[in-house]
């Protein structure tokens, strides 16, 4: 074996498993922590030279949160963000269509969402792997996906390294995903695009909301430090860029729309606005595993963000698999109940977040008055209405315990800060 594959052998020990996740975004760096607490040795190897996500934020549902109290990590997480307290959705015209609170989502989800930045997620998750497991500015290639006799072979710039499980965390452009199923369709243009920014927190008070109008999306969340995570979302041809700046573009779009929009619109720089066009696996995988590699996150089941569960998505995947892969364990057995508890759960959440997508950016006027009258009216008749259609998504629960969210420790954190489980330690 060469160097590389011999650094890991020596990380691995020759008695602990050794598993290579191949992403160190935050469904990879979730799964490392996960099979480490377990009792594999991990490596993480990723391809960009530093870990910089990308600057938006992230909002962590229930299920999520439950997820990360498995590996000791929900209560720094909600320390770090922001609690969703009142908010709701709104029109164009900023009139509001449905209000929501922090009381009912505790009531209906059992725990509220709560946003940070993405940097401070990842930075929290990088401080729980072991030390020297991640590897930035390395290629991966998986080029054998092992077997119950062979184990599994990720060449890298350094040379090869074997392990006994690989997990695919390599995003909506998976290579992994292409090496196991070649065949399978790839991700399509779901038929809108997004722009994401931070900016400081306006003088003005304002109410966290989406704000449902013509043909786009748009929403505006604080984040704890005092800054403001502003997303938007337009039905637009694929592969289009704005002729001056996506700054520009964002005003000609939205600067009529209600306060605080034009306001944070004026205060982001042309340079921080994001831009991607949303794609997503329509045709699902039958599953997520072959041989000895798993895979995760957008790898596995790339969705739109219309219920903002992609990242959470990834979150859950990662536990569920460290809780089906226990060292001395039978792998194959592990994988393939991996598949059977997230297939048909993603593959919902794809198809529902799909929909979601198409009665967000309807572009007709009658067809939009008639969705705002709809749901304007079903929230009057109660708000859980709404809300409940959200909760067989939010109220999941890990296969592990222990867990906070979702009980009266969650509750009782909000103020407090704290819980009784302790952080994963290095």
Not at 106 to 133: C, F, I
Not at 149 to 164: C, K, S, W, Y
Not at 199 to 217: N, S
Not at 297 to 323: C, R, T, W
Request: glycine residues 12%; positive net charge; charged residues 20%.
């Amino acid at each position: 074996m060469n160097q590389a594959g011999n650094q890991a052998r020596q990380q691995a020990g020759n008695q602990q498993p050794h598993a290579v996740v191949i992403g160190g975004g935050i469904g990879g760096l979730t799964a490392a922590i996960g099979l480490h607490a377990s009792g594999w040795s991990v490596t993480v190897l990723e391809r960009a030279a530093s870990l910089e996500p990308v600057g938006s934020g992230i909002g962590l549902a229930p299920n999520s949160q439950r997820a990360l109290d498995v590996l000791g990590l929900g209560a720094r997480v909600r320390a770090l963000a922001a609690w969703e307290g009142d908010g709701g959705l709104r029109a164009q015209s900023g009139r509001w269509l449905v209000r929501t609170s922090a009381a009912e989502a505790e009531g209906t989800y059992g725990g509220s969402l709560v946003m940070l930045h993405r940097a401070t997620l990842v930075d929290l998750l990088v401080s729980a792997l072991p030390q020297k497991s991640l590897r930035t500015g390395t290629r991966a290639r998986l080029t054998d996906p092992g077997a119950a006799d062979r184990r599994a072979v990720v060449a890298t710039d350094d040379g090869d390294i074997e392990a006994d499980l690989v997990v695919g965390a390599d995003g909506i452009n998976s290579a992994v995903r292409t090496a196991l199923f070649p065949a399978h369709p790839r991700p399509v243009y779901a038929g809108f695009t997004a722009w994401r920014f931070v900016v400081p927190a306006p003088d003005q008070a304002f109410t966290p909301h989406e704000t449902w109008g013509r043909g786009g999306v748009w929403g505006t969340q604080p984040l704890k430090d005092g800054r403001v995570y502003a997303y938007a979302t337009a039905r637009l041809p694929e592969g289009g860029r704005a002729p001056d700046s996506e700054k520009a573009e964002l005003e000609r779009r939205f600067a009529d729309w209600h306060d605080p929009i034009p306001g944070l619109i004026a205060a982001v720089r042309p340079e921080d606005v994001l831009r991607n066009d949303v794609r997503h696996l329509t045709t699902p995988l039958a599953a997520y595993h072959r041989g000895r590699v798993a895979l995760l996150g957008d790898a596995a089941h790339a969705m739109a963000p219309s219920l903002g569960q992609g990242g959470n998505q990834a979150i859950e995947d990662a536990v569920v698999l460290a809780h089906h892969v226990a060292p001395g364990a039978d792998l194959a057995a592990g994988l393939a109940a991996y598949s059977a508890a997230r297939v048909p759960r993603t593959t919902d959440i794809v198809r529902r977040a799909a929909r979601a997508a198409r009665v967000t950016h309807l572009t007709g006027a009658p067809l939009v008055a008639v969705r705002d009258a709809l749901i304007s009216t079903a929230s009057r008749l109660g708000p859980n209405l709404i809300m409940r259609s959200f909760s067989s998504i939010a109220d999941w629960r890990p296969p592990q315990a222990p867990y906070a969210a979702g009980t009266t420790t969650g509750a009782a954190e909000r103020s407090t800060g704290a819980t009784d489980r302790e952080p994963v330690q290095r």
